[in-house]
């Protein structure tokens, strides 16, 4: 079954960068689109960023556009999320995911990584 | 990024159908998907392009979308769907999701 294993997250202090990664297997990585989503505590759902297939295009929330970098190495089976200039917003459990399609819905998630953002 | 609007909570009886909606602008023109998220895990993709079920997803579970609201209904429900949902949108290329739906059966 697929399976992706997110790691990198921690404490960091405002202003702090962190770079979280997220191992995929089991699947063609290079075939689909991936995705970082975000869940603050007891909150819901926000979309953070998204890459296509070849790494060709990136697309981010208003919230983290010019602080958050996304990218992906295929040979690797890896993708990753580059965060900078850290907020105490930006706290929350990171997610990535799978597209089940182009521009569809997420068919499979990992188990997420917590950041944490505190002085 | 694109914005959708659910309600907080629904109630429901065991057996009996629930119904969860989700609104936005011409949210019927683009494809919908739902997530199911019980405490402590991941979330589950439970539909997806409006209708469909992914492998694994029980068939009460169905989706609907037209106009500005998609619907996501489970009929006969069970004490196992007690959980939060979540729809969730593509639009110009930003995702959007619902504020999530707490789904108690009671």
């Known amino acids: 079954d697929v399976h992706l294993l997110e790691s990198g997250g921690g404490l960091v202090q405002p202003g702090g960068s962190l770079r979280l990664s997220c191992a995929a297997s089991?699947?063609?990585?290079?075939?689909?689109?991936m995705t970082w989503v975000r869940q603050a505590p007891g909150k819901g759902l926000q979309w953070v960023s998204t890459?296509?297939?070849?790494?060709?295009?990136?697309y981010y929330a208003d919230s983290v556009k010019g602080r958050f970098s996304i990218s992906r190495d295929n040979s690797k089976d890896t993708l990753y999320l580059l965060m900078n200039d850290l907020r105490a917003e930006d706290t929350a459990v990171y997610y990535c995911a799978k597209e089940v399609l182009l521009w569809s819905g997420f068919d499979y998630w990992g188990q997420g990584t917590l950041v944490t953002v505190s002085s | 990024s694109y914005e959708l609007t659910q309600p907080p909570s629904e109630s429901v009886s065991p057996g009996q159908t629930a119904t969860i909606t989700c609104s936005g602008d011409?949210?019927?023109?683009?494809?919908a998907s739902w997530y199911q998220q019980k405490p402590g895990q991941s979330p589950v993709l439970v539909i997806y392009q409006d209708t469909k079920r992914p492998a694994g997803i029980p068939e009460r579970f169905s989706g609907s979308n037209s106009g500005n609201t998609a619907t996501l209904t489970i009929s006969g429900t069970q004490a196992a769907d007690e959980a939060d949902y979540y729809c969730q949108a593509w639009d110009s290329s930003t995702a959007g999701f619902g504020g999530g739906t707490k789904l108690t059966v009671l």
């Open positions: 089991r699947f063609s990585f290079s075939s689909y689109t």
């Open positions: 011409k949210l019927g023109d683009k494809f």
């Open positions: 890459i296509t297939s070849g790494g060709d295009s990136t």
